[in-house]
Every structure is written in C-alpha cells, then in structure tokens.
Nanobody, 121 residues
Framework: QVQLVESGGGLVQAGGSLRLSCAAS????????MGWYRQAPGKQRELVAS???????NYRDSVKGRFTISRDNAKNTVYLQMSSLKPEDSTIYYC???????????????WGRGTQVTVSS
C-alpha cells in the first residue's frame, strides 16, 4: 500500500559528497516524521538524522556539521546531503517515515529497502 524507495547511494572517495533521496508513494494522506538510519552487517541499526513535519531536525553526533537532512513535502521525499564523507560512513542507509494512511488516518512506520554507501580512502 505504501512504499519508500531510496536512491543516490554509490561509491565515493573520502572527503566527497553524496545525496540520498527517499520517495514515499502509495495511499498517503500525510507524512509526519522522516529519517535516515544506517546498519552495517551484523550490527544494530542506528539513527543518522531525522526531520519532523515542521522542519525540526536531529542528528547523531558523528555526522553533525557534515550531513544535512531536508524534505520536500509536496513530493513526499526526504533527502540526506552527505559531505566530507569518511570510510566509517560506509554501510547501508535506510529511509523511514511515519505515514498517515489515506484509508483510515492511522499512522504507520514504514521502512525502505536500503541503499549502499561506500566511501574509499
């Protein structure tokens, strides 16, 4: 019914930049908070950044000053601009969104399938 699709991942050299995008589609009435998580194989998923419907943002300490989260409400899309990338940023990045369903106006947390980011030294 609702799906999130990430894009923009890839291979970049240390110090470079990437911009991740996540577009939500389906029977959506509105979207509350959106965010980005990352998870290395065999490790727990960790919050990278989040943004509320009003534009308030939150970042984990290790990415502050380097990453910027933003959203386009008209397109139901959230972005993660990543700059000054480091090899330790390399992992799979997942998009999440709290979506108000059009059918019953219940808020449900949805996840994308992930996009790979690899930073070479």
């Amino acid at each position: 019914q609702v799906q999130l699709v990430e894009s923009g991942g890839g291979l970049v050299q240390a110090g470079g930049s990437l911009r991740l995008s996540c577009a939500a589609s389906g029977s959506i009435f509105s979207i509350n908070a959106m965010g980005w998580y990352r998870q290395a194989p065999g490790k727990q998923r960790e919050l990278v950044a989040s943004i509320t419907s009003g534009g308030g943002t939150n970042y984990r300490d290790s990415v502050k000053g380097r990453f910027t989260i933003s959203r386009d409400n008209a397109k139901n899309t959230v972005y993660l601009q990543m700059s000054s990338l480091k090899p330790e940023d390399s992992t799979i990045y997942y998009c999440c969104a709290i979506v108000e369903r059009e059918s019953d106006h219940v808020y449900i947390n949805y996840w994308g399938r992930g996009t790979q980011v690899t930073v070479s030294s």
